[in-house]
């Protein structure tokens, strides 16, 4: 059957995923991000420290999604990486500026919650093309769920924002590396 007549016909064509090394650099942040958050731990009682490692992870978050967007092989799918790259790049100006333990937990959330609905509707749109969404979406839930009901402890805002980059950048690196989806 032609490409012509498996379009017409209601197939989804598969489409080129971005690079193995491109899908990596969100994997390098998200697990820096939890590395630095792990090792900090003496540091997380000021709320300062907290603000600018969350700042950071999320602006390095942000790049990343903006390197995935811009990438050559991902030219019919650059919607949801360029909304994930806004919504990120956006939190991380965001939090500095939240004063507090609950304007930080707000922000945390709202960044968190609104990922991993772009996240499940980027898969609504391409069922399939981005096979990750399930455990990265359902993290961003539960991260949003957690920090609201710690919205005044920010050591436990920060160890769950932690808690997520850890199951995300693990399970998006397995993603990367998972030869089975590459051949479908």
Partial sequence: MSA?????????????RPSRAIRLIRVGVLLVAAIAIAF????HEQLGFDLTVAAL???GIGVAHVIEATAPAS???RTVPAL??????FAAVLVPMSATAIGFAVVIAAWSLVSALLEFLGN???PGSRPDVIIV????????????????DQVAILGFF????VIAGVFLGISAFDTQRESR
Avoid: D, H
């Fill in 4 to 16: 012509a007549a498996a379009n017409v016909s209601g197939e989804a064509t598969p489409e080129a």
């Fill in 40 to 43: 900090s731990a003496t540091m």
């Fill in 57 to 59: 992870a999320l602006a």
């Fill in 75 to 77: 030219a019919g799918r």
């Fill in 84 to 89: 994930l790259a806004g919504v990120a790049l």
């Fill in 124 to 126: 609504a749109i391409r």
């Fill in 137 to 152: 979406g359902a993290s961003g839930f539960l991260l949003a769920l957690f920090v609201l009901l710690a919205r005044q």
């Fill in 162 to 165: 932690g808690g997520y980059a």
